[in-house]
């Protein structure tokens, strides 16, 4: 596709329940990130993969919180046994090679996610 | 500790006004300054890149600046339209990358164009 592309764009489920949500880089793009964003707050950093390197997985906030990336491409973020506290959109983002190029990195709508 | 800071955190001005947003960092090495639009409810959209040995940079009615010797880079937007209500974030990147790919975002500022 064009652009970076996420799904489900909205989720609700239940307190206690596994989440989980996609990520189609563009097409090439080496680096692909993760972050999370509360109401009327800024970007969290969660997580950033780079190639075939090893994941940064730095800001995951606990162990509920994995992700993976399959084939250098699709991306998932998965959320276990949610919490009222993880309610946010999830932001993903791509770019080649990376922040420290200079190059556009390039952001989905993102998945709002609400934990009832 | 790499940090950026963006002010104000929030400004309403009338549509057709002028108005400056700023941004003062503190990333080191200095790769790269963005600054990002973010309307409400969607992904952030590039609006800048500058690098090291950019002063200034335009994109329509946008207009960045960076003074690496003070940290600071300062985004204006010329006869503001009601479209550009949105928030604007300022992003730093470390040369070499790091943690989060040495990426550091400020945490924006809401900007609110009145009719």
């Known amino acids: 596709g064009a652009g970076v592309s996420q799904s489900p764009s909205n989720k609700v489920t239940e307190k206690g329940k596994d989440v989980e949500l996609r990520c189609d880089p563009i097409?090439?793009?080496?680096?692909l990130y993760w972050y999370r964003q509360s109401l009327g707050q800024g970007l969290e950093f969660l997580i950033y993969?780079?190639?075939?390197?090893?994941?940064?997985k730095s800001g995951l906030p606990s162990d509920r919180f994995s992700a993976e990336r399959t084939g250098g491409s699709v991306s998932t973020l998965t959320i276990q046994r949610t919490q009222q506290e993880d309610s946010a959109v999830y932001l993903c983002?791509?770019?080649?090679?990376?922040?420290?190029?200079?190059?556009?990195?390039?952001f989905g709508e993102g998945s709002w996610l609400t934990v009832v | 500790k790499n940090q950026v800071e963006q002010s104000p955190q929030s400004l309403i001005i009338l549509e057709g006004k002028n108005c400056t947003l700023q941004?003062?960092?503190?990333?080191?090495?200095?790769?790269?300054l963005r600054w990002y639009k973010q309307d409400t409810g969607r992904g952030p959209v590039s609006l800048t890149i500058?690098?090291?040995?950019?002063n200034t940079k335009s994109n329509g009615r946008y207009t960045a600046t960076l003074d690496a010797d003070t940290k600071q880079s300062s985004l204006h937007i010329t006869a503001s339209q009601l479209s550009d209500s949105a928030s604007y974030i300022c992003?730093?990147?470390?040369?070499?990358?790091?943690?989060?790919?040495?990426?550091?975002f400020g945490k924006g500022t809401h900007l609110i164009i009145q009719p």
């Open positions: 992003v730093v990147s470390a040369r070499s990358g790091g943690g989060a790919d040495g990426l550091t």
């Open positions: 941004c003062n960092y503190t990333v080191s090495p200095f790769s790269n």
């Open positions: 500058m690098t090291f040995s950019e």
């Open positions: 983002a791509s770019s080649s090679p990376g922040g420290y190029s200079g190059n556009t990195i390039y």
């Open positions: 097409s090439g793009h080496t680096a």
């Open positions: 993969f780079q190639g075939n390197s090893a994941p940064d």
